[in-house]
């Protein structure tokens, strides 16, 4: 008898326990659904308020001051629908540094000609020390990229390197 009362018990909680395991699922399942609808809701209103701008004339100084205020809505629109979708698709934090990564490669090849105005009488001295900062920063960034691809330092502390070499100033100059 005990051992049959036993063996309902433990039947009785696996129940529960497979009830409640499988109702979590659903209700997260039914938390992404409706964001996702709450996603295509906010961009077909804000299609909406676009549309309703590009249609509206401006012509007298109240056109154009309520053309600008629906503007204001398009952009409030625009910037909630962008929010949920962050937090429904995130952004892959490996993903991003890369683009990161190549951003700033391309800002610091523009920055070339501080070593060409090296010879500046006034601000010379300041345009040599650019150039080597810049040379050290060009050396870093090339590590950072080389680790991440080789996967020699977790993404979280590139990132941090990343911050820090993107906060580096290389010209000061004080008038």
Do not use: F, H, W
């Amino acid at each position: 008898m005990r051992r049959i009362k036993k063996n309902i018990a433990i039947a009785v909680c696996a129940a529960v326990v497979l009830t409640a395991g499988l109702s979590a699922t659903s209700i997260s399942t039914a938390d992404e659904l409706s964001n996702k609808e709450i996603l295509a809701d906010l961009k077909q209103a804000e299609a909406a308020v676009k549309s309703k701008l590009e249609a509206m004339p401006a012509q007298t100084p109240e056109d154009i001051n309520a053309a600008v205020e629906q503007g204001r809505k398009v952009k409030e629109a625009g910037l909630e629908a962008a929010a949920l979708e962050s937090t429904i698709n995130p952004v892959d934090s490996r993903i991003q540094l890369e683009e990161d990564l190549r951003a700033l490669k391309d800002v610091l090849a523009t920055k070339g000609y501080y070593a060409t105005l090296s010879n500046d009488p006034k601000y010379g001295e300041e345009y040599a020390k650019a150039a080597e900062i810049l040379a050290g920063k060009k050396i870093k960034l090339a590590q950072i990229e080389k680790d991440l691809k080789e996967n020699k330092n977790p993404v979280d502390q590139l990132i941090k390197e990343y911050e820090e070499l993107r906060a580096q100033r290389e010209l000061n100059i004080n008038n």
